[in-house]
């Protein structure tokens, strides 16, 4: 790790200004790591921008950034149109939380920048982004925000306690509240985000969810079912939903018992189909989802497709299910 976080300062300090950037859909450990990075990188006075997804964010991650908003603290958000304005030839792209140029909040701008710095926590693709000045990939790590959390106890420093608690969140729901993707590692950097002030009221705050959405979701697992001992699937039908909703759904099916494997099949888009998986970890859900075309990490994995059906992706499970 010290050679990864001594070439992360080493690149952040050689170049004019750092653009962060994670993947579609943002969740509170991408975005929120990229928030704390970005404050890290003001310390080194650097000016750094994080590109602001185009799409909704889900509730959680929407209920951080309002709290950031109430409590005065300025975030450096940029839309595409205004990163273009700011970048030059010695700007850095730091990408977090996904190697796959297709899964990137905006593509375009591997094109735009020439210096890219990648970070992720999934299972190394064949499918990633190349020509990097530095790639890190360590599936072993639960989170981004376990990453970030041990530059900052390898930089001696700490952040407001509000982005703490964002970074703490962040790890807390990758893990599925520290059930799954954990190391030795991850509850000692959740300690030491305690100890830099994480507050577990305010975290709680954050992940707390509505009623309906809570029982929206249990008619979703009413009518999920097994399709081969241990593995058990939902179809959420035609309604859009974000692929958070997904992943939490996945979760939640990981807790019946027989079950090693769970799928969530569901629309995340108007001619966007997902699909996220979740194992007990006998079974590597990053196999299974490059078997259709995703990927992701052993316990943890997920694939998109565009201008399938939820019937069409549902059969290309079922195969790979029967024939593994």
Known sequence: MTYLFNKLTENIKSHSNVILMTHKHPDLDGLGSAIALSKIIEGFKKESYILFPEKSVNVSLEKGLQILKDNHIEVNFKSYKEILK?????????????????????????????????????????????????????????????????????????????IITLLASGMEVDTNSYSLKTTEDTFKMAAHLTKLG???????????????????????????????????????GKAINDSVDLAILADELLRFKTVEVSFVV?????KEIGVSTRSMGKISAAVLMSEIGGGGHVTDAAAQFTNKTNAEVIEMIKKVVMEG
């Open 86 to 162: 700011v970048i030059d030839e010695k700007s850095l792209l730091i990408i977090l939380d996904t190697q796959k140029p297709r899964l990137v909040e905006n593509s375009e701008l591997l094109d735009k920048i020439k210096d890219i710095f990648v970070i992720d926590h999934h299972v190394h693709s064949s499918n990633h982004v190349e020509n990097t000045v530095f790639e890190y990939i360590n599936s072993n790590k639960s989170s981004i925000a376990e990453i970030i959390a041990e530059y900052l106890k390898h930089l001696n420093k700490t952040l407001d306690s509000i």
């Open 266 to 270: 569901g629309k995340i888009g108007e």
């Open 198 to 236: 994480a507050d577990p009221i305010l975290k709680q705050e954050i992940l707390k969810e509505s009623k309906e959405d809570v029982i929206r979701r249990n008619n979703y697992i009413k009518k999920s079912y097994f399709i081969k001992d241990g593995y058990i699937l939902c179809d959420m």
